[in-house]
Each structure stands twice: as structure tokens, then as C-alpha cells.
């Protein structure tokens, strides 16, 4: 994973390889269990939500969540060699406090870089088990398991949303038009409690958490990305706008200078 930044050790990478590559085989050890071997995060965002000061994605297929931070104005970023940057550090894969924290800097210029990957709130198991509730029965007719689960959790990503927007008001889960779309199965019910911490009381509403806090916000997050890579399955007329993703990964190589230096951009194949 990362270069060991001492003295005696002069290895580093390119800028172009750093985004590329680096960031994209950086997974935290208790996720890279629940995945298949090999996994590279593919970065996403919806295109409706905005973006901050610093660049931020979320991995279309995990669900981790990445931020690289930079000093300075963007301006600044362009590295002062003519191959651009060669970035030497440490990305840890263990994570603390629910995220894991890599450092970096270019041995040319000095630009340093610090990368935070959060794990997700949503488990990639509990949406597994989601998936297969919904897909499975339908194994003759994917098209309408995929229209079964993109119900569910558009419903989930509504709802949350919701909840964030501060309207506490219960699901009811014996009330008709939530048990159609949610249908309060096994799987559906874990995504509740353990996933967006709902509570279930007098047996039969599932009340949202108190208050907005950023574990729910980024559960709806999620949600949202999660409904995104499902309807990209759907017959292009059943798609809804409000879950179109873009693909951050060039966008964080403009940003870092790592496209502008056609000889290693031809090298690299960005």
C-alpha cells in the first residue's frame, strides 16, 4: 500500500499513480474482509449534492467514503517539475474511530496531502442481505428484482432523508403503502435498527434517532448511492434524476495536477 517515509527509503509515486492507483486499493482491513478479493473503490458521487472545499467521494460498490485534503489554493497544487508530482507516505488500512488516516508529500515541491477514509455506516453485509431478499424470488425475472429492491431503498433513502430534514414522525410498519414497499423483512428490519438506528416501539412504528446527527446523514448518503448503482440496472425509462451518479476519479487528478503533464499522462493512461 503506502511508501514508508524515512530517509533511507527514496521510493515514492507518481501523482498519477497516487490517484489512480494508491487511493484506490486503500481499503480498511475490517471492510476488505466483508469484499471480494481485489476490490478497487470505484469514487462517486450523486450529481444532485454538493461538493466542499476539499474533494470527497464515496466508493460506488463499499460505500467507504474519501476525502483528500490539500493546504493552500488550488492554484498551488501543480507541482514545479516538469513530470509532476512523486508522492512519498503512509496510508494506514487500520481504521480508528471508524476512519483511517493516510499522510503524503511530493519530494519535488513539498505539496502534502492528507487522505481520510471512512468506513461506511451501512455494513457492505446488511445491503448483501438486502439484495438477495429482494433479487432471489425473482431469479427468472431479474429486471423486476431489481425494481423490488430499488423500492426498498429509494423508500429507506426517502425516509432518512426525511429524518434529516427533521420529521420524526414514525413508520408504520402494519400501514399499507410502507409494508409494499419496504415489506419489513429480516434484512429490510437490520438496515433499520443496526444500519440507520431506528427504534422500534409499541410494536409496530420504527421511530427515527433524536436529532440530526452525521451518522444519519451519511447513512442517507448511502442510501442514495446504493439506490444510484441499482437503477443503473434498470431499463433507462424507469430512471429517476435524482439518482444519477458522476465519477470523481479525474476530477481529483485535474485537481492534484496529475493530468497535466502529457508525457506521464500518456504513460499512465489517464
Not at 450523486?46 to 460505500?63: E, I, K, M, Y
Not at 400501514?175 to 415489506?183: C, F, Q
Not at 429490510?188 to 420504527?206: D, K, S
Amino acid at each position: 500500500m503506502g511508501v514508508v517515509d524515512s530517509p533511507a527509503q527514496s521510493i515514492g509515486v507518481l501523482g498519477a499513480y497516487f490517484v489512480k492507483t494508491q487511493l484506490s486499493e486503500w481499503v480498511p482491513v475490517d471492510i476488505g474482509r466483508q469484499l471480494a478479493s481485489q476490490h478497487r473503490h470505484i469514487w462517486v458521487r450523486l450529481s444532485d449534492t454538493s461538493r466542499g472545499d476539499n474533494w470527497q467521494a464515496t466508493c460506488r460498490d463499499c460505500l467507504c467514503h474519501c476525502q483528500v485534503i490539500v493546504p493552500g489554493s488550488e492554484s498551488e497544487y501543480r507541482c514545479i517539475d516538469q513530470d509532476g508530482h512523486h508522492f512519498h507516505g503512509t496510508f494506514s488500512p487500520t481504521p480508528s474511530n471508524g476512519s483511517c488516516t493516510g499522510l503524503t508529500h511530493c519530494c519535488k515541491c513539498g505539496l502534502r496531502v492528507t487522505g481520510v477514509l471512512r468506513v461506511p455506516v451501512l455494513q457492505p453485509e446488511l445491503v448483501r442481505s438486502l439484495e438477495r431478499a429482494r433479487v432471489s424470488p425473482h431469479s427468472h425475472h431479474p429486471t423486476q428484482g431489481m425494481r423490488d429492491l430499488f423500492s426498498t431503498v429509494s423508500t429507506l433513502f426517502k425516509i432518512t432523508k426525511n429524518a434529516c430534514n427533521g420529521d420524526i414522525r414514525p413508520i408504520k410498519t402494519d400501514s399499507e403503502k410502507p409494508r409494499m414497499l419496504l415489506k419489513f423483512d429480516v434484512p429490510c428490519i437490520r438496515l433499520l435498527e443496526e444500519g440507520l438506528g431506528f427504534e422500534l416501539r409499541l410494536g409496530n412504528e420504527y421511530h427515527p434517532p433524536a436529532g440530526v446527527n452525521g451518522r444519519l446523514e451519511r447513512a442517507r448518503d448511502e442510501l442514495g448511492l446504493i439506490a444510484a448503482r441499482i437503477q443503473r440496472k434498470l431499463p433507462e425509462s424507469e430512471r429517476l434524476p435524482g439518482f444519477l451518479l458522476e465519477y470523481e476519479n479525474e476530477r481529483l487528478g485535474r485537481w492534484l495536477g496529475a493530468h497535466a503533464y502529457e508525457r506521464r499522462q500518456q504513460q499512465m493512461g489517464l
